[in-house]
């Protein structure tokens, strides 16, 4: 069986698809820095999977990859950024959300064949860990913030259509219109 769709293809590099009772569950977190050896080996998995899932697909707005949708039940998730950067969130949750709402079009691995528009923050506060334990804080703006939250949405058992607008539905890929753009903040738009 060949891998046409969007969807299909990412199956077929291991990806978890939608209906998927993992999808939906809250990820267990890490006991840090007692499982620190399980954490390497989640991370690391995380990293392959962004690695296969790039070899088919052009992410210009970056991408993300949360551990439950690799088939492990655990609080581990990577956002890679449009510039490049990466961005490792071990236990993390959202601690404070700006006022400021963007809504943008997203994806998602688990159900690639549709993109949905999103309202989020357009700067998150997240708390999150180092594989030493070490408790850090660290606030994200608009796209980084976007592919952060919904990574953390993954590991909170939350896909994106249930982020979207009441009666919004997702579009099929074919008449998405953003694919290799990046995600638009406005000319010298800044949060704070």
């Known amino acids: 069986m060949s891998a046409n769709t969007a969807s299909e293809k990412m199956r077929s590099i291991g990806v978890v698809q939608a209906g998927d009772p993992i999808l939906t569950g809250q990820a267990r977190p890490f006991d840090l820095p007692t499982e620190s050896e399980d954490v390497r080996r989640v991370v690391a998995e995380l990293n392959a999977a962004a690695e296969r899932a790039a070899g088919i ?54 159900f690639f064949d ?18 030493d334990g070490q408790r850090r804080i660290t606030i994200f ?14 590991l909170e058992g939350v896909l994106y259509t249930a982020r979207m607008r009441g009666g919004a539905m997702p579009i099929p890929v074919s008449e998405y219109r953003g694919t290799g753009k990046s995600w638009d903040y406005g000319e010298g738009s800044t949060s704070r």
């Open 57 to 110: 697909h052009n992410f210009s707005k970056g991408l993300g990859v949360a551990a439950p949708q690799i088939g492990i039940d655990r609080a581990a998730a990577i956002a890679r950024t449009a510039d490049g950067e990466t961005i490792t969130l071990l236990n993390p949750r959202v601690i404070e959300e700006s006022t400021e709402i963007d809504e943008q079009y997203e994806g998602c691995w688990s």
């Open 114 to 131: 549709v993109r949905g528009m999103v309202p989020r923050p357009r700067v998150i506060t997240v708390e999150h860990q180092d594989i």
């Open 141 to 154: 703006e608009d796209g980084v913030a976007r592919l952060v939250a919904h990574e953390i949405d993954h």
